[in-house]
């Protein structure tokens, strides 16, 4: 699959992305809510399931 960048550009879709940008965010909640390791991972395969549809 193929995203179109901001600036017009394509690049090849890259889950490990979806996955880091979810890792950044989990830092920016109180430490009770942060998602564990796992739950990051089966959110990131959720959304790119959604994407894909």
Same mark, same amino acid.
């Given at each position: 699959? #193929? $995203?179109? +960048?901001? !600036?017009?550009?394509?690049? #090849? *879709? &890259?889950?490990?992305?979806?996955?880091?940008? $979810?890792? +950044?965010?989990?830092?920016?909640?109180?430490? #009770?809510? @942060?998602? !564990? #390791?796992?739950? $990051? $991972?089966? &959110? !990131? +395969? +959720? *959304?790119?399931?959604? @994407? !894909?549809?």
């Amino acid at each position: 699959m #193929k $995203i179109i +960048k901001g !600036s017009g550009s394509e690049v #090849k *879709f &890259d889950a490990q992305k979806i996955t880091a940008a $979810i890792t +950044k965010a989990n830092y920016e909640v109180p430490v #009770k809510e @942060r998602l !564990s #390791k796992e739950q $990051i $991972i089966l &959110d !990131s +395969k +959720k *959304f790119i399931c959604l @994407r !894909s549809q």
